[in-house]
Nanobody, 124 residues
Framework: VQLQASGGGLAQAGGSLRLACTAS????????WGWFRQEPGKEREFVSA????????YYVDSVKGRFTISIDSAKNTVYLQMNMLKPEDTAVYLC??????????????????WGQGTQVTVSS
């Protein structure tokens, strides 16, 4: 599975950005989706995830009420709508997929396939 992310960029605090990630290749239409973020010199942080159907969603506390994950199954694409952005949201955002069902989607070790990342920068 190959993952291609897009939609990052520069936003002001309080603004919005929408990230997209499209999967291609064998099994691209299977399994859950996840978003992580990483700042230079820091570990990857779980941001959000959703089940294969999109019916179950998960968020880190710091983004609850501001970020929304959704999927377009027909396009094998996951979106992360980010509203009310804060400077502390600045990071490289990575989309990811596991290669099995029924795993803990908040754990980095769950995931097998990773996109290249897209930079999000929020200015104060």
């Amino acid at each position: 599975v190959q993952l291609q992310a897009s939609g990052g960029g520069l936003a002001q605090a309080g603004g919005s950005l929408r990230l997209a990630c499209t999967a291609s290749g064998p099994a691209a239409d299977r399994y859950a989706w996840g978003w992580f973020r990483q700042e230079p010199g820091k570990e990857r942080e779980f941001v959000s995830a959703c089940s294969w159907s999109g019916s179950q969603t998960y968020y880190v506390d710091s983004v609850k009420g501001r970020f929304t994950i959704s999927i377009d199954s027909a396009k094998n694409t996951v979106y992360l709508q980010m509203n009310m952005l804060k400077p502390e949201d600045t990071a490289v955002y990575l989309c990811t997929k596991p290669k099995a069902y029924g795993m803990d989607l908040t754990q980095e070790s769950t995931y097998t396939y990773w996109g290249q990342g897209t930079q999000v920068t929020v200015s104060s």
